[in-house]
């Protein structure tokens, strides 16, 4: 059931805007009850494939009637012309931002931004946001030449940003200042790290050049959630944003 959209309050706006939730959970009701939660603070969700795969694509609207832009984090890797039909298919769903895998090259990134565009244009929305996957924090064996290669293909298949570790971001920003940066495994001074090998503070993250932080268990395995997205948001503001 849609929750009537609230205006947010006790957020800072131009901080909602960089800030992303991970909604890492198989079940659209712990999913939206975070979305809810959490909605003064964050200003997108991002939908992976465990709860894409456990809600069906419906959870994309259920976010949008809460009052969400929606990140799919699909991360798609297939022939170009399956890629892009399939991303015919999600871009009419509304979401603002896709992600796909860089390491697929050229003609199946640009597949997949045509598959988007097209889809868009048939449902009468504007196209998503192509993100292309530079590095996985979890590819330990990933070449040191690899991410400025990755970001090369990402531009040249016009997508409109890239996901990659906030240690990451001045040189791939070096390479293509226009595309958007998309920045996971953000921890708090304090926070443990858990599975990421490659963790940035909120404010370290910022000031490197990200322009929308992906935040998960930092906030969502929080004791107090409301407490820490708040800390969160402040340790931003610190940061100038
Ligand atoms: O809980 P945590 O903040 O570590 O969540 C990170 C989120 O970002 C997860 O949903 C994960 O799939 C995603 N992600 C990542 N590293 C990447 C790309 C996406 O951790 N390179």
Redesign the pocket.
């Known amino acids: 059931m849609a929750v009537e959209p609230a205006a947010p309050t006790g957020g800072n706006t131009s901080v909602r805007d960089r800030l992303a939730l ?1 909604l ?1 959970v198989d079940d659209v009701v712990p999913a939206q009850r975070l979305a809810v939660q959490l909605r003064p603070w964050f200003g997108t969700v ?1 939908i ?1 494939l465990e709860l894409f795969s456990a809600a069906g694509p419906s959870i994309v609207q259920t976010m949008i009637d809460d009052g969400y832009k929606v990140f799919l ?1 699909l ?1 798609l890797a297939d022939i170009p012309t399956t890629v892009e039909r399939a991303s015919k298919v999600l871009g009419a769903l509304g979401v603002s931002y896709l ?1 796909m895998h860089a390491f697929a090259g050229t003609p199946m990134l640009r597949a997949g931004v045509d598959g988007l565009v097209e889809g868009a244009a048939r449902a009468g929305l504007e196209p998503p946001m192509a993100l292309a ?6 590819d330990a064996d990933a070449p040191p030449h690899i991410l400025g290669k990755r970001v090369a293909v990402a531009a040249e298949a016009r997508c409109a940003g890239f ?3 906030a240690g990451d971001v001045r040189e791939a920003k070096a390479l293509a200042p226009n595309l958007l940066a998309v920045v ?4 708090p001074v304090g926070v443990p790290s ?3 090998s490659r ?1 940035a503070t909120p404010g370290q993250a910022f000031a490197a050049g990200a322009d929308l932080l ?5 906030v ?2 929080a004791d107090d959630r409301e407490r820490a997205a708040a800390d969160l948001t402040a340790e931003m503001v610190a940061a100038g944003a």
């Not at 996957?133 to 979890?138: A, F, P, Q």
């Not at 996971?184 to 921890?187: F, H, L, T, V």
């Open positions: 991970a890492d991002k992976g984090d991360k992600t996957v530079t590095i996985l924090t979890s996901v990659c570790a996971p495994g953000i921890r858990d599975d990421q963790a992906v935040v998960g268990r930092a969502t395995g």
